[in-house]
C-alpha cells in the first residue's frame, strides 16, 4: 500500500537547487513518507515571455497535490514580471505565513541569546492587494485593503497555534492611532478573539515601538501576529537578529492548499558553488512535515539538525572562528545532518513536536447585514492650482441649497476652512460634499456632472457612510 504523500517540489533559481537537493536528501534519509512531483517555476519561465513566471499545466499540479515546497526564485527586474510568490500565497488562499525566529546560542552569534518567537503574518490582503493608481500628475495611491475575514482568520490561526505549541502570549502590531478604520479593525478583532483564549495572555503594541522593542529585547515576546507588510519587514529583521536570514524557514497556510519555503531568496551570487545553507528550505520542510502528520520524522530531523549547529559543522554564513569547527558546503552541511539523526543537542533545547492538539479553524461565516446610510461623498479632483482658498470658490460652484462643501484636504490634511499657509499642496485635493437632510447616490451624480460641466477634474470619488450608527470615514487631520 502507498501511504506516501504526494507533494509537489519546485528547485528555483540560483541558489535553490543546490539547497532543494540537500533538503531532500536529508527528507528521504529520515525516512519521510513523500513523493515528490516537480514543476518548473521562476526566472526561465519568465524569460520565456510567460509574466507570471508561472505555466497552467503547473498551477494544475500544485492545486492537485496541496503541499507544496518551494525553493527561492528570482524575480527579474523590469518588464513587469509578478512576484510568484505574492501570487501563490493569494491564489490559493494561503492566509497565514508562519515565520519561527529562534536563536541558537552559544552556537550562532547573536545579540539575544534568549530570543524564542514566532511571527504569524497576514498574508493576503493590506497594501499587497497590489491596488494601485496614479490619479493626478503628482500623485500615486496605493490601497490598503482590511476585511473583517481576513482579520479573523489570521488572528485565530496565532490564537489557535500558541496553544498548540503551548505559547503563553500572544502580541498584536499595528499602528491603530493613525490608521483607525484598517488597523484599527486589525486590533479590534484582535480583542475580540483573545477572550476565547483565556489561558493566553495577549497585548498590543503599536508597530514603530513594538518593532523597537522586538529588536532591543525580543525575548520580551512570544507569538506576534501583524497584518502583511509589517509582517513582511518584521520577520525579515527578527530573522537576522537571530543570527542569519538563512537560518528561517516559513510556512504559508491555507484552508485547503499550504506552501513552505525558507525566507531568503535566490542569492544568485552564491549559486553553483557549494556555498550555501540549505537550512532556511530545511527548516520549510520541517514545518511541512509536522503539517502533513509526520511529526516524529520531523522531530528527528529537527534534532539532528540541532546536533549538527550544535557540533560547530557550519557553512559561510554563519561561522564563526572561535565558534565554529568546520566550515562547510552545502552537501557536507546536509551529509552532517544526516549522520546526526537519530541523536539529540546536548545544550540547545531539543524539539518536542507534539501532535495531540489538532488546530480548529472554523470556517469564517458571513456576519448579519449591518445598516448602511449614506451621508456624504468625498470628490477627488485634480487641480493644478495652489490655493485652497481659490480651490474652494472653484469647487463651491457645484454646491446646491442642499448639498454644499465641507471641507478640503491635501493629502489627508485639512486646508479649506481654516487652512494654515504654511501647508504643501499637491495637485490631488478632496473636497467632502454632505447634504442638510437626506443624501442619495443621485446626489452624487448630480455633483459629478455640475462638475464636468464647470470643467472640474475629478478623479475619484468615495462615499461617506454612517454603518451600524457609527461614523465609518475618517475626518480630516486637523479637523
Ligand atoms: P537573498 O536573500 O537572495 O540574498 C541576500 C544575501 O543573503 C545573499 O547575497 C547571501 O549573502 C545571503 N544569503 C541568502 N540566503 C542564503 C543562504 N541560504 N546561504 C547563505 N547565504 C545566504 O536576497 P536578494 O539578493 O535581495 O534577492 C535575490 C533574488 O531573490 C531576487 O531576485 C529576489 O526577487 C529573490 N527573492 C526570492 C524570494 C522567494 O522566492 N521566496 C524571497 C526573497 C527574494
Known sequence: MNTKQKITIAKGDGIGPEIMDATLKILIEAGAQIETEEIEVGEKVYLSGNTSGISNESWDIIRKNKIFLKAPITTPQGGGYKSLNVTTRKFLGLYSNVRPCSSFHPFVKTKHPLMDI????????????????????????????????????????????????????????????????????????????????????NEHWIIDIGAAKMADTPEAFDVIVMPNLYGDVLSDVAAQIAGSVGLAGSANIGEECAMFEAIHGSAPRRAGQNLAN????????????????????????????????????????????????????????ADAVIKNLGLVPKTLKAANFSSDYVMQLPKYQRKEAKTKKLEGVDLFVHWRGTDPIEMSHLISQINSDQIQLSMITNRGIKVWPDGFKETFCTDHWRCRFKSKSEFTKSNILELLQKAEANGIDVIKTENLYIIDGKQAYSLGQGQ
Open 278 to 333: 540549505p537550512s532556511g528550505l530545511l527548516q520549510g520542510a520541517i514545518m511541512m512535515l509536522n503539517h502533513i502528520g509526520q511529526t516524529s520524522i520531523a522531530e528527528n530531523i529537527q534534532n539532528a539538525w540541532l546536533k549538527t549547529i550544535e557540533d560547530g559543522i557550519h557553512t559561510y554564513d554563519i561561522y564563526k572562528e572561535g565558534k565554529s569547527r568546520i566550515k562547510v558546503g552545502t552537501q557536507e552541511f
Open 118 to 201: 514566532i511571527i504569524i503574518r497576514e498574508n493576503e490582503e493590506d497594501l499587497y492587494a497590489g491596488i494601485e493608481h496614479q490619479q493626478t500628475d503628482e500623485v500615486v495611491q496605493c490601497l490598503k485593503l482590511i476585511s473583517r475575514p481576513g482579520c479573523e482568520k489570521i488572528i485565530r490561526y496565532a490564537f489557535e497555534f500558541a496553544r498548540q505549541q503551548k505559547r503563553k502570549k500572544v502580541t498584536c502590531f499595528t499602528k491603530d492611532n493613525i490608521m483607525k478604520q484598517t488597523d484599527g479593525l486589525f486590533h479590534q478583532v484582535f480583542n475580540e478573539i483573545s477572550k476565547e483564549y483565556p489561558e493566553i495572555e
